[in-house]
């Protein structure tokens, strides 16, 4: 069974460009997280998707941020414009939906803003 | 809200060495306590979990007990491999209708031959 599918794994951009991240979560998974890993620190949930709808988005800083899951399946997450500060691990996780379930994670994406 | 505070690394130890990572939290309600690691080049990766006060999580060696009086979820390995080497995440999944893992900054592991 293929897992949590990321890509692509690492991009380097100039600030102020635009950048889009890309997730197809397993299949049958309802729930749907992206989380941002700054350099030696724990990931930190951006938005969480019960099916297509985000019912938690309250960490995304929405001014330059965005997230789509069409039909709820696979997941878009977009910057714009870039900042230097955005510059960190991307990861997305999928899982059935329930408090005790696994969280079953991607690779994620480096990315670099330079 | 809720957090997670883990012992700071790097922690380098020799092979078959005995391994303690702590982790306390701060949660409201009944959360749910998790390990997670990450070997290098790979995603996070779910080591053990357990989901009531005085459960013991277990995989590979690894063993973790929920303590509710302590506010922990130590991690620990008898004896420890060079494949072990990789970051090691505590995480806590509140029941107080935040559902979402709260994360540790995280534990670097080495373990040298």
């Known amino acids: 069974e293929a897992g949590v599918v990321q890509s692509p794994r690492y991009k380097i951009i100039e600030k102020k460009q635009p950048v889009a991240f890309w997730c197809n979560p397993i299949?049958?998974?309802?729930?749907l997280y992206w989380y941002r890993q700054n350099l030696g620190q724990g990931p930190e949930l951006l938005i969480r998707?019960?099916?297509?709808?985000?019912?938690?988005d309250s960490q995304l800083p929405k001014d330059r941020f965005s997230a789509e899951r069409l039909k709820g399946v696979d997941s878009t997450l977009k910057i714009q414009p870039a900042e230097l500060g955005d510059s960190a691990v991307y990861l997305c996780?999928?899982?059935?939906?329930?408090?005790?379930?696994?969280?079953?994670f991607g690779q994620g994406t480096r990315l670099t803003v330079v | 809200g809720d957090s997670v505070t883990q012992m700071e690394g790097p922690v380098t130890l020799s092979e078959e060495a005995f391994l303690t990572i702590n982790c306390t939290y701060t949660?409201?309600?009944?959360?749910?306590l998790f390990w997670y690691v990450q070997y290098p080049g790979e995603g996070l990766q779910l080591l053990l979990k357990?989901?009531?006060?005085?459960d013991k999580g277990s995989n590979k060696g690894f063993e973790a007990t929920y303590r509710k009086e302590t506010t922990s979820f130590h991690l620990e390995k008898g004896s420890v491999q060079v494949s072990d080497s990789a970051v090691y995440f505590c995480?806590?999944?509140?029941?107080?209708?935040?559902?979402?893992?709260?994360f540790g900054k995280g534990t670097k592991l080495s373990v040298i031959p």
């Open positions: 996780a999928s899982s059935v939906t329930g408090m005790n379930t696994e969280a079953f």
């Open positions: 299949s049958g998974h309802n729930t």
């Open positions: 998707y019960e099916n297509e709808e985000a019912v938690d």
């Open positions: 949660a409201t309600g009944y959360p749910s």
């Open positions: 357990a989901t009531k006060a005085d």
């Open positions: 995480a806590l999944y509140s029941g107080a209708g935040s559902y979402q893992l709260t």
